[in-house]
């Protein structure tokens, strides 16, 4: 990727990021394209030149998180480290990202609101590429007899519905920041996993 191309994904990284919080606070119907420039402090034809439209820019936001998510936790497979490491640490990552980008994701629970079939389409075939990356670490786990004989798509359901669960109540000025909250979040998801030794 060049220095320029480079240069432009930032530019609509920042754009997505400050975006989506203003959909967050002000919701779909109530932001308008002239909030989102105004926000960046950036003209609306500005704005217009990375992103077609309001839903334009929703979806690309989606697909920049659920895309992320895969490479962070394909960059932990990758490691050479104990699959109860990679879960583990994948966990942890995926919760960091959630709270990371906690208006996001929740702007994500309901797409058929916003998405034409095609864009659902896509978003479904990043969430299962995902679903699948831990499904091997689990299926992994299992063969070496460090998990216990699961049905890995159930266990993995229920880590996600767990960690997914953060956003709800997660608060930065809590006892514990982020980092120290997915730690335990995965220790604790961790047990249930792990065959006793």
């Known amino acids: 990727m060049s220095l320029r191309e480079r240069k432009i994904a930032k530019k609509k990284e920042d754009i997505l990021r400050s975006a989506v919080r203003i959909l967050a606070e002000k919701g779909y119907q109530g932001t308008t394209m002239e909030d989102i420039a105004a926000n960046l402090l950036m003209t609306k034809g500005a704005v217009y030149y990375y992103f077609r439209d309001k839903q334009d820019l929703l979806y ?7 895309e992320r998510s895969i490479e962070n936790v394909k960059y932990i497979q990758q490691q050479d480290i104990s699959i109860e490491e990679k879960l ?7 919760v960091e990202h959630v709270v990371n980008e906690q208006s996001g994701f929740e702007l994500m629970l309901k797409p058929e609101q916003f998405f034409s079939e095609e864009q659902q389409e896509k978003l479904r075939e990043l969430q299962a590429k995902y679903s699948h990356c831990f499904d091997e670490i689990i299926q992994e786990g299992i063969q070496m007899q460090v998990f216990r004989n699961l049905d890995k798509k159930i266990a993995r359901n229920i880590l996600f519905g767990a960690m997914n669960w953060v956003t709800q109540w997660y608060t930065a000025d809590g006892k514990k920041d982020k980092k120290e909250i997915a730690a ?7 047990l249930m996993l792990l065959k006793n030794k």
């Open 184 to 190: 335990v979040i995965a220790d604790y998801l961790m």
């Open 88 to 94: 583990k640490h994948s966990m942890v990552v995926h």
């Open 60 to 66: 690309q936001s989606h697909q920049m998180l659920l």
